[in-house]
């Protein structure tokens, strides 16, 4: 049987934005393959946070890539301790046969690492392509299939599916691809460490039938929208966030952590300003804005600095 966590991926990801200030933005090939080097059986958690997975996709390169090429994804696979096995698809196949093809092998419990055109990547619950609020989508993009969705289309673990700016916050994972649109140019298919040896290339032919049980139900209700508890919660964090008269947006990055943190019990008080490009004492570009129980650094993630 092949078990699926409550969210109905194979394994357990870690949720990271390949997006930092200073940094390429062109990391995605190492960042999927590091998210399948920290990936936990399902219902298991993950077995790194998102600051491992950032951490070995910048010490292979990342940091500093123009892009990968196959050559350098099967480097970082081996790298990272990953047996892998390519398919077949290319710019030249089948559409339909390549979708079949990674479905196949999900259904096995696989993760499938993918090129993809960004152009034909369409979000289902954005109703749009995920990467055009932040740029003009136009290359390729690399990112790992995690699941098929009850609908029939595919969960994406994405890096860069981001929300609240090019340097905001990781929507929340997995994303829900339409199928039908995307153009895949490479796939592989990765071995986590518990699964057995990958039979072949063409999942499409192997033996057996593959049996996959439901995904396991959360204990407790979901929660809304934004991960707020209650509607009131919402509305008194964003009447504290908007007391100080700032005109500060509430999806940025830094609004996003803030907001993430009062839903634990962790306040910072209201904005004193906006946002502001600066640069850190050691020189690396950074966003910096003031609270009034707080300073916030983003470079990529929040880092909060207490007045207390």
Known sequence: MVALNSKGEVADFADVSQMEPGE????CGFFSVSECKFAGEPGKGPKGSPEDVDHWADSQGGATTGGVSIDDMHNLLHAAGLHYCDTDISPNTQQSHDIA??????QRGYPVVATVAETSV??????GNPYAPNWTPGGNHVFVYTGIASDGNLLVHDNAAIRGGIFGKIAPQPRHYRASSLENHWASIVQLPWLPPIESADPLSWKGKPQMTQPTTPSQPPPLPGGWHTADQEAIAKAEWNSTNTGAPFDSGIALAWAGDYQNGIFHGPPLGKEQAVKSWDGHDMIMQ???GARCEWTGT???YSFK
């Open 101 to 106: 093809t990674i479905k196949a092998a999900l």
């Open 290 to 292: 003031v609270f009034a």
């Open 24 to 27: 390429s933005e062109f990391a």
């Open 302 to 304: 929040a880092h909060w």
């Open 122 to 127: 369409f979000d289902l619950d954005l109703n």
